[in-house]
């Protein structure tokens, strides 16, 4: 007998041992049913506030502050933030920082003075947004980037629709 002849003996046999396939088929179970595998309800924000934590995030209602302070300030990464058709507005930013890999998507964002949408944040994300600013303000501004920033679906009503302090975003 050759070779060739005798390793494919040798796999049809082990293939047929059903003890064989157990251990692949116990270990993927336990990845699937793993606590960090399912998916986490988002964070439900009702008032303007800080977002220190990455995650995901979604708002209950439509948020707003006169403070001169933005309305929601996103200092951690790999934050997302679903506006679930409402609105965030604010005297100055409407929504500001954002570091690596934030995204805004899915509502409104309206700022009397400064910008709606401030962002510092490489890798950033900016989708299905109306964008509301006074004749002052910027409907949204990146700055200090490295990478650049995804806008898509956009409607921007005056002011500046983009404003680009950097000049590689």
């Not at 390793?7 to 157990?22: C, H, I, N, W, Y």
């Not at 988002?42 to 990455?54: E, R």
Request: proline share 5%; glycine share 12%; charged share 15%.
């Amino acid at each position: 007998m050759n070779g060739r002849k005798m390793r494919s003996v040798v796999r049809e046999d082990t293939m047929k041992q059903p003890g064989a396939l157990f251990p692949i088929a116990f270990a993927l179970g336990a990845v699937a049913l793993s606590p960090g595998a399912v998916a986490r309800e988002p964070t439900v924000i009702t008032a303007c506030q800080t977002i220190s934590q990455p995650g995901r995030y979604v708002l209950a209602n439509s948020i707003l502050t006169d403070s001169g302070e933005p309305c929601l300030t996103i200092t951690a990464s790999g934050v997302t933030i679903d506006l679930d058709g409402f609105f965030v507005a604010a005297a100055s930013d409407a929504i500001a920082g954002g570091m690596q890999g934030t995204t805004i998507k899915n509502g409104s964002a309206f700022s009397r003075d400064g910008a709606a949408v401030f962002l510092l944040g490489d890798g950033s994300k900016v989708t299905g947004l109306h964008v509301f600013t006074n004749r002052t303000g910027s409907g949204i501004r990146a700055n200090g980037l490295s990478q650049e920033v995804l806008f898509r679906g956009l409607w921007v009503a005056t002011g500046e629709p983009v404003a680009r302090d950097d000049p590689r975003c």
